[in-house]
């Protein structure tokens, strides 16, 4: 039975190309910094994004945690989105590791966050508060239907910090799909913001690692907390291997996945029982409602399933579904068949 598994981009399994460079990699212990192969890659993720250092990191959850850290000592506070995977999906490291004070604002439909909004958000000098530190913004917006973000309103909310003196984290797991969506260059993106974090194991298909990227001395400090967290590997040029071929060979077919993502969208559009907004899907991420009272969500969850289609349930009746290396036109064109007989 054909299996199409749309439920996320991190399914992936790496190229046979990546096998080979896992088997071939050199290595050594990289807490002690001698591993050439992740050498490699953090120089390579630097320079790809313009900025000073980087550092490789098991997770994207322990990247955007190590940079939150970096950024804010306990009772601080760091502004995010209300839909920021930070805030939702993160399990509270921010809060329960580091004491940091969530304060979140509305994330708007294409994932930014009004300039107004923050600049509402951001403490004056009165004794009782906690002080703001920290802004972060996701790019592409995972929960917002994978919407791009320019580096426009990057430069905007990068402006606001630096007049009011706070540091912006980008939380970038999927920063080639937005450069890609955008067609500029991942620097344009990541131009003014202080650290960034990117994944391999996303659309990118390296089974596991992410980077975050800073001037010299963020760095070191995050080399510091990462291994605080029990985040400092050792011969772990076998995984920074894969990671290379990501970014050799897998950030330049993306606009495939993005192709993918329109396909799906336009072929369930439309399907009675079932609302998707087609005018939000610029990336490989869409959502759909189950607007049908004829099945619940399990019930569509378990048919589709029977004829080998996943997706993921993200809400009591929403469902995500992301295209990715592995998954073809002819894929898309099953799982829509497959979707319209399961409404049926
Ligand atoms: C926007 C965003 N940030 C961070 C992460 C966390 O990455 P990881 O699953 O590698 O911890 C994800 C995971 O899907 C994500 O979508």
């Known amino acids: 039975m054909r299996t199409v598994d749309l439920r996320s981009d991190t399914v992936t399994e790496p190229t046979r190309r990546m096998r080979k460079s896992i088997g071939e990699a050199p290595v050594g212990d990289d807490v002690f910094g001698e591993d050439p192969t992740v050498r490699r890659l953090e120089r390579s993720s630097s320079e790809l994004v313009e900025k000073e250092a980087a550092l490789f990191v098991p997770s994207g959850t322990m990247g955007n945690l ?14 995010l989105g209300d839909q920021s995977h930070i805030f939702l999906n993160e399990t509270g490291g921010v809060c329960a590791l580091g004491g940091v004070v969530v304060h979140t604002v509305p994330n708007e439909q294409d994932g930014t966050i009004s300039i107004p909004r923050i600049e509402a958000a951001i403490r004056g000098s009165d004794i009782h508060q906690p002080l703001t530190k920290l802004i972060c913004i996701e790019n592409t917006h995972n929960r917002c239907s994978g919407a791009p973000i320019s580096a426009a309103y990057t430069a905007e909310v990068c402006g606001l910090a630096q007049k009011r003196g706070l540091a912006v984290h980008l939380d970038g797991a999927r920063l080639f799909n937005a450069a890609c969506a955008l067609k500029v260059d991942p620097k344009e993106l990541a131009r003014d913001v202080d650290s960034l974090l990117f994944c391999f194991s996303k659309g990118l298909a390296a089974p596991v690692g992410s980077v975050i990227c800073g001037n010299r001395e963020f760095i070191e400090r995050a080399r510091k907390v990462r291994k605080m967290l029990g985040g400092g590997m050792r011969q772990c040029g076998v995984i920074a291997a894969a990671g290379l071929v990501a970014l050799e060979e897998m950030t330049t077919r993306l606009e495939e996945d993005h192709i993918n993502a329109r396909r799906l969208a336009e072929g369930i559009d439309g399907i009675p029982g079932l609302h998707v907004d087609t005018s939000l ?3 490989n991420i869409l959502y759909a409602d189950l607007v049908a009272d004829t099945l619940s969500c399990k019930e569509l969850l378990d048919v589709l399933e029977s004829s080998g289609v996943r997706i993921l349930q993200t809400g009591p009746a ?5 295209t990715h290396y592995g998954i073809g036109a002819e894929d898309i064109d099953y799982a829509v068949e497959t979707i319209r007989g399961a409404l049926k």
């Open 318 to 322: 929403r469902f995500r579904m992301v």
């Open 281 to 283: 899907v610029k990336t």
């Open 66 to 79: 190590i940079s939150v850290l970096c950024h804010c000592q306990r009772g601080e506070e760091v502004i």
